[in-house]
């Protein structure tokens, strides 16, 4: 618990490393073979000292797996679908949210947030060409 009460994973805790180390290899045994890693950031109290907690967690664990997996951190995003001029909620004011989305990088996956229809919203999101996203249910 860092000093404002935020629980977190603390990146040096080998208990905890290992615990996620034990869910990958098994969901790789099944396999799995790209994971997300969602929720990495760090209480900025200790995050100056890993400046990011997926890139310390992601190249420990493809060292530990022999690169054989792909892990992804999440970029959250919203989609509301609501027009700025009308407040109703229209398939242009959908597909003007999803061109505002932060271009991602290689390592990245949109993790869309959204209270509409999953399949409308995955319909726009797939027709905008957008190839690596999630939408959260």
């Known amino acids: 618990t860092d000093n404002?009460?935020?629980?977190y994973l603390n990146p040096n805790n080998e208990q905890v490393y290992n615990y996620i180390l034990d869910i990958v290899r098994e969901l790789k045994g099944y396999g799995v073979q790209v994971f997300v890693l969602y929720g990495c950031d760090l209480p900025s109290d200790i995050s100056d000292r890993y400046n990011d907690g997926f890139k310390k967690l992601a190249k420990r664990l493809q060292s530990?797996?022999?690169?054989d997996v792909k892990l992804l951190k999440e970029v959250d995003v919203k989609v509301t679908g609501r027009d700025a001029?009308?407040?109703?909620?229209?398939?242009?004011?959908?597909?003007k949210e999803i061109k505002k989305f932060d271009k991602l990088s290689d390592n990245q996956i949109y993790y869309?947030?959204?209270s509409l229809d999953t399949t409308r919203v995955y319909n726009h999101v797939a027709n905008a060409g957008v190839e690596r996203f999630i939408i959260a249910q």
């Not at 404002?4 to 629980?7: F, M, Q, V």
């Not at 530990?64 to 690169?67: A, F, P, Q, T």
Request: aromatic fraction near 0%; proline fraction near 0%; glycine fraction near 18%.
């Open 64 to 67: 530990d797996l022999g690169g």
């Open 112 to 114: 869309i947030s959204t």
């Open 85 to 95: 001029e009308s407040g109703n909620i229209t398939n242009s004011a959908i597909d």
């Open 4 to 7: 404002s009460g935020n629980n």
